[in-house]
């Protein structure tokens, strides 16, 4: 059983530039989760799907962030014209709902490490 | 609103010695549930256990085990007999339902040989 991986791992990049991360969770998981960490802080969340229905998003999620999970999933998180302050780790955690709505245990990939510059 | 209280920033022991990281929680849910995860250098994050709202027993597993009391909203997490591998960021972590996480500041655990 795999876990839920990203990439790239890290990514250097130039104010103003586009990037785009991917994640692919655990294979049976319905819901895919996306963090962001600033250094010194936990984890802060951005958005969440169930299947390919984006059902949240956080107020931190500006509209120069993106996500999609259109096929249920794997799942991109793109930053248009990005800035300094969108320096960070970026993380994204796949969980299975169940239908009893108890909470099933968020497993986390490494995560892609942004650089702006 | 929830919130999460780690009230430790950092924390450094000598190896084998007793460490207990303190979480504290605020949520008006009454079915909510606690997590610790583990953070290592290389970033990513470890889940360690979930607690639900309803069951307060105490649970050990190896070195590691977790106090929840619900009447001081904690959830504290005690290693035994530290070790250099246990040296990490930890961090606790509160959920209702199938929704977002939300995570404490973390604690900064550095065991020295």
């Known amino acids: 059983d795999t876990g839920v991986s990203q990439n790239p791992r890290h990514k250097i990049t130039k104010r103003g530039q586009n990037v785009t991360f991917r994640c692919d969770p655990i294979?049976?998981?319905?819901?895919l989760y996306w963090y962001r960490q600033t250094l010194g802080q936990g984890p802060e969340f951005l958005t969440y799907?169930?299947?390919?229905?984006?059902?949240?998003k956080s107020r931190l999620l500006s509209d120069r962030f993106s996500a999609e999970r259109p096929k249920g999933s794997f799942s991109t998180l793109e930053i248009q014209r990005t800035e300094q302050g969108d320096s960070a780790m970026y993380l994204c955690?796949?969980?299975?709902?169940?239908?009893?709505?108890?909470?099933?245990?968020?497993?986390f990939g490494p995560g892609t490490r942004l650089l702006v510059l | 609103a929830q919130k999460v209280t780690q009230a430790q920033t950092e924390i450094s022991v000598v190896e084998k010695e007793d460490v207990t990281l303190d979480c504290v929680y605020e949520?008006?849910?009454?079915?909510?549930?606690l997590f610790w995860y583990k953070q290592p250098p290389s970033g990513e994050l470890v889940f360690l256990i979930r607690?639900?709202?309803?069951?307060?027993q105490n649970e050990i597993s190896g070195r590691y085990s977790w106090n929840f009391q619900k009447s001081t909203s904690s959830f504290n997490f005690t290693i035994t007999a530290s070790q250099v591998v246990d040296s990490a960021v930890y961090f606790c972590?509160?959920?209702?339902?199938?929704?977002?996480?939300?995570f404490g500041t973390g604690t900064r655990l550095t065991i020295i040989p």
């Open positions: 955690a796949s969980s299975l709902a169940r239908k009893d709505r108890k909470q099933e245990t968020q497993y």
């Open positions: 294979s049976e998981h319905n819901r």
């Open positions: 799907f169930q299947n390919e229905a984006q059902l949240e």
């Open positions: 949520t008006r849910d009454t079915t909510y549930y």
């Open positions: 607690r639900n709202s309803f069951d307060e």
């Open positions: 972590a509160l959920v209702r339902g199938n929704e977002k996480l939300t």
